[in-house]
């Protein structure tokens, strides 16, 4: 079986399908997004793998699914930390960062460092929406993530890849290759550069709307948020 | 282990800490609760014990919760139908029953068929704000529900029966003993009166809340949204 990938366009287009007809908010899709991606964190870093989890997150939506899932790691007994370096200004990205201090999760800003004390990287900067180019400080970041031996999760794609085309074909992000990846809602183009182990998130769609795009996603097993699919040896999906 | 019971004072105080100061919104509560919610049902009634489950809400947050229980089993393969005869007005439950319609989930109306029809039933009519009496349609509800041989998990109380002194003297609900309940946050004074199977709901609790409001609960396992407790059998937590 063949996995379509959605475009970005078609990816923007059936969140705005979600929120304006199918009756989600912002904050319910987040929650179960990111709630998808602490249970792949779980599937590929085990508690005894090493608990200091550093979640990386972007200013927009990546990094709003990046905060959900550092809070729900924290709850299954990792010690997550959150590197924060443009924060997004919508009062739902406050209110996880609220609840994220609550739970005395640290919000870091040496990164360096963080990254030494870190057992897995969760890489929650950029997703489907990302036109490129990296503006800073996030060539930096990516540089030192790519440069690091930490095992990543990547967030719906690897930050600095193109969505459609994939790596860049030089600079930052020209050698990242995560050892994880989630795609929320199906996987996108990108994903036939991708090596490594893939999962599947964000169990909330209808037959309507994987219709409507033409998806054909695996059933998944029991209970679970998240569902590992194959990539096979060339790379596709 | 004796596990403190929270009153309903103290339970409405903790929801509205959760939203004035935890940075928590209701969609995000309602859907971790809800999603707690289906765990408890996927474990005591599996797939292969029938999969139409009748899900029976109220006008407020218990049966919201209810609501996204509902559509988290039809993720999971279950054939859930609701029955809703009193709906809340709140904007996020007619965006909850949007969901539903959407994934096909029916709202029925002939509540006594629907009872004939079901394996299982989830009781999310009332929580800890329940105050008494029954109002119509409700007593006639819980009398068939009270009647009839249906498995049933009760949403935070075993709905008819008071917070605090549990299942009324006489009328309906003086008999009501579901198979299963799910106490979310932490268990009400009433539990004292149940017997059967008892889990804890709602994963999403940091140490401050319980250190305010003197919880004690076990920690969850893994990554479940939903934790199996025992009452011993002099019927104290």
Not at 96 to 110: E, H
Request: charged letters at 20%; hydrophobic letters at 40%.
């Amino acid at each position: 079986m063949t996995l379509k990938a959605i475009s970005a366009k078609d990816a923007a287009s059936l969140d705005k399908d979600l929120m304006e007809m199918g009756g989600w908010s912002l904050d319910q899709l987040m929650e179960l997004a990111g709630l998808s991606v602490s249970q792949a964190v779980w599937k590929v870093h085990s508690l005894s793998a090493g608990k200091n989890v550093l979640v990386v997150c972007g200013p927009g939506n990546n990094g709003g699914d990046g905060l959900v899932a550092a809070r729900h790691l924290a709850q299954y007994g990792y010690n997550p930390s959150v590197y924060y370096p443009k924060e997004g200004k919508n009062e739902l990205y406050q209110r996880l960062k609220t609840q994220l201090q609550n739970l005395s999760v640290p919000f870091i800003t040496d990164f360096p460092a963080a990254l030494k004390q870190s057992h897995f990287l969760v890489d929650a900067i950029f997703g489907f929406s990302f036109g490129g180019p990296l503006r800073d400080p996030f060539p930096s970041i990516i540089s030192q993530i790519e440069q690091s031996s930490i095992p990543v999760l990547s967030v719906d794609a690897p930050s600095s890849w193109d969505i459609q085309s994939g790596p860049p074909k030089e600079g930052p992000g020209a050698k990242f290759m995560p050892q994880a990846l989630i795609s929320l809602s199906a996987p996108k183009p990108c994903v036939k550069f991708y090596q490594g182990r893939h999962f599947i998130g964000g169990r909330f769609l209808s037959k309507d709307i994987t219709d409507k795009y033409g998806l054909n996603l695996p059933a998944y097993p029991g209970i679970e948020q998240v569902l590992e699919v194959e990539v096979d040896t060339e790379g596709r999906l």
